[in-house]
Protein backbone atom coordinates (compact mmCIF):
# COMPACT_ATOMS: atom_id res chain seq x y z
CA UNK A 1 0.00 0.00 0.00
CA UNK A 2 0.99 3.73 -0.75
CA UNK A 3 2.09 5.83 1.67
CA UNK A 4 2.46 8.78 -0.67
CA UNK A 5 1.99 9.90 -4.24
CA UNK A 6 2.75 12.57 -6.06
CA UNK A 7 1.61 14.14 -9.77
CA UNK A 8 4.20 14.66 -12.45
CA UNK A 9 3.67 15.51 -16.04
CA UNK A 10 6.14 13.94 -18.97
CA UNK A 11 8.26 17.11 -19.95
CA UNK A 12 9.36 17.40 -23.72
CA UNK A 13 13.61 17.15 -22.12
CA UNK A 14 12.44 13.59 -20.92
CA UNK A 15 11.60 12.02 -23.89
CA UNK A 16 13.96 10.69 -26.92
CA UNK A 17 13.79 10.47 -30.13
CA UNK A 18 10.94 7.69 -30.70
CA UNK A 19 8.43 10.50 -28.27
CA UNK A 20 8.45 8.05 -25.13
CA UNK A 21 10.08 8.54 -21.79
CA UNK A 22 13.57 8.22 -21.87
CA UNK A 23 14.32 5.66 -19.54
CA UNK A 24 16.48 7.59 -17.28
CA UNK A 25 13.66 10.58 -16.45
CA UNK A 26 11.45 7.71 -14.32
CA UNK A 27 14.44 7.60 -11.93
CA UNK A 28 14.09 11.13 -11.82
CA UNK A 29 10.55 11.06 -11.17
CA UNK A 30 11.19 9.08 -8.55
CA UNK A 31 14.04 10.80 -7.35
CA UNK A 32 11.03 13.94 -7.15
CA UNK A 33 8.45 11.98 -5.05
CA UNK A 34 10.60 10.82 -2.79
CA UNK A 35 11.62 14.09 -2.06
CA UNK A 36 8.21 15.10 -1.25
CA UNK A 37 7.17 12.39 0.14
CA UNK A 38 9.87 12.87 2.98
CA UNK A 39 8.58 16.58 2.57
CA UNK A 40 4.92 15.32 3.77
CA UNK A 41 6.84 13.70 7.32
CA UNK A 42 8.69 16.80 8.02
CA UNK A 43 12.37 15.64 6.84
CA UNK A 44 14.69 17.05 4.29
CA UNK A 45 18.61 16.10 3.22
CA UNK A 46 18.90 19.36 4.01
CA UNK A 47 18.21 19.15 7.71
CA UNK A 48 21.53 16.71 7.94
CA UNK A 49 24.28 18.88 6.32
CA UNK A 50 26.54 16.67 7.60
CA UNK A 51 25.45 13.92 5.66
CA UNK A 52 25.19 12.20 2.73
CA UNK A 53 22.16 10.19 1.10
CA UNK A 54 23.69 8.25 -2.19
CA UNK A 55 21.79 5.67 -3.85
CA UNK A 56 23.43 2.23 -3.54
CA UNK A 57 20.87 -0.16 -5.38
CA UNK A 58 18.24 1.63 -8.14
CA UNK A 59 15.72 -0.75 -9.84
CA UNK A 60 12.98 0.14 -12.55
CA UNK A 61 10.61 -2.01 -14.58
CA UNK A 62 9.07 -0.52 -17.37
CA UNK A 63 5.67 -1.93 -18.41
CA UNK A 64 3.94 0.52 -20.45
CA UNK A 65 4.58 3.33 -22.68
CA UNK A 66 5.01 6.96 -21.44
CA UNK A 67 4.85 9.64 -23.47
CA UNK A 68 5.17 13.53 -23.65
CA UNK A 69 2.41 15.33 -21.54
CA UNK A 70 1.28 12.14 -20.00
CA UNK A 71 0.37 12.53 -16.40
CA UNK A 72 1.63 10.14 -14.21
CA UNK A 73 0.77 9.56 -10.33
CA UNK A 74 4.16 8.21 -8.67
CA UNK A 75 3.16 5.96 -5.42
CA UNK A 76 5.91 6.21 -2.86
CA UNK A 77 5.94 3.16 -0.11
CA UNK A 78 8.63 2.61 2.71
CA UNK A 79 10.02 -1.27 1.95
CA UNK A 80 12.29 -1.53 4.51
CA UNK A 81 14.03 0.53 7.62
CA UNK A 82 17.47 -0.52 8.88
CA UNK A 83 20.28 0.97 10.38
CA UNK A 84 22.08 3.01 8.18
CA UNK A 85 19.63 2.49 5.44
CA UNK A 86 16.50 2.05 3.90
CA UNK A 87 14.41 1.13 1.18
CA UNK A 88 11.46 2.98 -0.83
CA UNK A 89 8.79 1.42 -3.27
CA UNK A 90 7.54 2.81 -6.39
CA UNK A 91 4.92 2.55 -8.38
CA UNK A 92 4.20 5.40 -11.68
CA UNK A 93 0.76 5.16 -12.83
CA UNK A 94 -1.42 6.69 -15.91
CA UNK A 95 -4.82 6.87 -16.38
CA UNK A 96 -5.20 3.90 -13.64
CA UNK A 97 -2.80 1.59 -14.83
CA UNK A 98 0.76 0.69 -13.85
CA UNK A 99 3.28 1.74 -16.01
CA UNK A 100 6.64 1.39 -14.00
CA UNK A 101 7.66 0.02 -10.52
CA UNK A 102 10.86 0.11 -9.16
CA UNK A 103 12.72 0.89 -5.76
CA UNK A 104 15.61 2.58 -4.54
CA UNK A 105 18.10 1.82 -1.74
CA UNK A 106 19.40 4.64 0.41
CA UNK A 107 22.57 4.59 2.78
CA UNK A 108 23.09 7.05 5.74
CA UNK A 109 27.16 8.38 4.73
CA UNK A 110 28.93 10.56 7.21
CA UNK A 111 32.37 12.30 6.31
CA UNK A 112 34.94 11.16 4.98
CA UNK A 113 31.46 8.33 3.13
CA UNK A 114 31.56 5.74 6.11
CA UNK A 115 27.92 4.21 6.82
CA UNK A 116 26.66 5.44 9.95
CA UNK A 117 23.22 5.03 11.57
CA UNK A 118 20.05 7.21 10.13
CA UNK A 119 18.71 10.10 12.09
CA UNK A 120 16.18 9.47 14.61
CA UNK A 121 13.83 11.33 13.24
CA UNK A 122 14.09 9.86 9.72
CA UNK A 123 14.29 6.84 10.99
CA UNK A 124 10.86 7.29 13.35
CA UNK A 125 9.13 9.14 10.46
CA UNK A 126 9.58 6.23 8.28
CA UNK A 127 9.20 3.09 10.47
CA UNK A 128 5.82 5.44 11.29
CA UNK A 129 4.69 5.87 7.57
CA UNK A 130 5.27 2.07 7.29
CA UNK A 131 2.92 1.20 9.48
Not at 7 to 26: L, Y
Not at 75 to 84: E, L
Amino acid sequence: MPNFTHRVRVAFPDTDASGRIHFTAMLRYFESAEIEFLRSLGFSYRDAPDIGFPRVRVECEYRSAVSFDDELDIAVSVKRVGTSSYTLGFAAWKDGAMTANGSIVVVCVGRPGRAQALPEALKDALRRAAE
